[in-house]
Structure formats: C-alpha cells, structure tokens
C-alpha cells in the first residue's frame, strides 16, 4: 500500500539558510499535518490542511511558511534557519473525519533536518 | 485544555512477556480518538492501534489491544508476548474531533521507553 513520502530524508544547512520540506500524501487522503520533534521530545504540531486549506495552525514559527498544492502535496519552508531549527520533521497525512469519527494519521519517514 | 500524560519514562519487560503502557487523557469533548505510535530508534512513527471514543469494545491490533476505560480517562497499550523489536519509544496521542472539521491535530504524551530484555 502507498505510504506518506517524503523528501529530502536529511538535510544539512547553516545558520539563516533557508530548507524545503516535501510531503506526498496518501492517495484520497484530504488532510495533511506537519510536526516537529525535537531530540528526546515529543512531536509538537505545526500546522495542517485539509482541501488545500490551512485548517489549523499550532507552535509554528513566523519563519516558517507552508502550503498544500493542487495536487495534495504539501511543502514547508523554513527560513532563516536557526540552531534550535534542528529536529525531525514529521509529515503525516488522514482520510479525515466522517460522522464524528476521527481516523488515525499515517506518517511519513521524516526528514532530519541538522542545523550547524 | 487537552492533554495527555503518560507517567512512565521508561520500561522493562522480558522477552514473551506482556506489558502495559500507561495513558491517560483530558479533555471536554465528548466526541474523541486515542492512537498509540511506536517509534523505534530508526525514527519512523509507526501507528499501532486506534480507539473512538464511542467505541463499546476495546480496540485490539494483533498483539496490541487497548484497554479503554472512559470514565478514569484512560486508554492504555497492552503488548502481549513482547519481542525484541518491541523496543521502542511509545506514544500515546488524542485528536479531538470536531464539528467544524478543521481542528484535528494529535496532542501527544511524552512518550515511553519500552526495553524488551532477552
């Protein structure tokens, strides 16, 4: 079965660079959810889409920006990067919620993004 | 405000033997999912099981079964005959549903240790 893509799998920058996320969702899943985990810590959520909507917004930085595409695909950029920017970047993706019923999010790999 | 707790930084259990991971979780709404992931060191969170609020029967996945008891607000993981690629940091998360559709992130615990001991 198809699973969550993403791209790049690790990613290596420098102070005040600015990194691209990608995240290909499962095919017909209509919501997409980025967090953030940081070493030894638990996933912070970012932000989410649903029909190419932002549909909520959570710890997320004014240097980060992001967007879901036509095609469902979903892209974080991340500028002015800074040390603390260094963490696994979690995209997961749902068939949302039907009736009052709340389906599980899929995960992708994630991309280690190292800030030096 | 929602919230989820899980009290055990760290466990150990003997390979075959079953185990319990602690949960529990807070929240006003009535309408509700619990979801267990496993992350192994590799780093991929991996879902494991799922329990709606509403469901009557407590949710079980393999050798994964979730013991849901709504009225303590809490949604524990059991793993039965633990396996050495059991050893992993567990999470447990809730995402409120809402009827507006559009507020449906995973709050999450802090997340457990789990060491499965040859």
């Known amino acids: 079965a198809a699973g969550v893509i993403q791209s790049p799998r690790h990613l290596i920058k420098e102070k005040r660079e600015t990194a691209t996320l990608k995240c290909y969702p499962i095919?017909?899943?209509?919501?997409v959810y980025w967090y953030q985990q940081g070493p030894g810590q638990d996933p912070q959520f970012l932000i989410s889409?649903?029909?190419?909507?932002?549909?909520d917004k959570g710890s997320i930085p004014d240097r980060f920006s992001a967007q879901q595409f036509s095609d469902y695909h979903s892209e974080l950029n991340m500028s002015s990067l800074e040390l603390g920017d260094s963490a696994l970047y979690f995209c997961?993706?749902?068939?949302?919620?039907?009736?009052?019923?709340?389906?599980?999010?899929?995960f992708g790999p994630g991309t280690r993004l190292t800030v030096t | 405000a929602q919230k989820i707790t899980q009290t055990q930084p760290g466990m150990f259990v003997q390979e075959k033997e079953a185990v319990t991971l602690d949960c529990t979780y807070d929240?006003?709404?009535?309408?509700?999912?619990l979801f267990w992931y496993k992350q192994p060191s590799s780093g991929e969170m991996i879902f494991l099981i799922y329990q709606g609020s509403y469901d009557e029967q407590n949710a079980t996945e393999g050798r994964y079964s979730l013991n849901f008891q709504k009225a303590r607000k809490s949604a524990n993981l059991v793993i039965s005959a633990s396996q050495l690629g059991d050893s992993a940091m567990y999470f447990c998360?809730?995402?409120?549903?809402?009827?507006?559709?559009?507020?449906?992130?995973?709050?999450w615990g802090l997340g457990t240790s789990l060491a499965v001991n040859p």
């Open positions: 998360a809730m995402r409120e549903a809402s009827r507006a559709g559009n507020n449906r992130k995973l709050i």
């Open positions: 889409f649903y029909e190419k909507m932002q549909s």
């Open positions: 997961a993706s749902s068939p949302g919620t039907s009736g009052g019923h709340t389906y599980e999010q899929y």
């Open positions: 095919p017909r899943h209509d919501t």
């Open positions: 929240t006003s709404d009535q309408s509700y999912g």
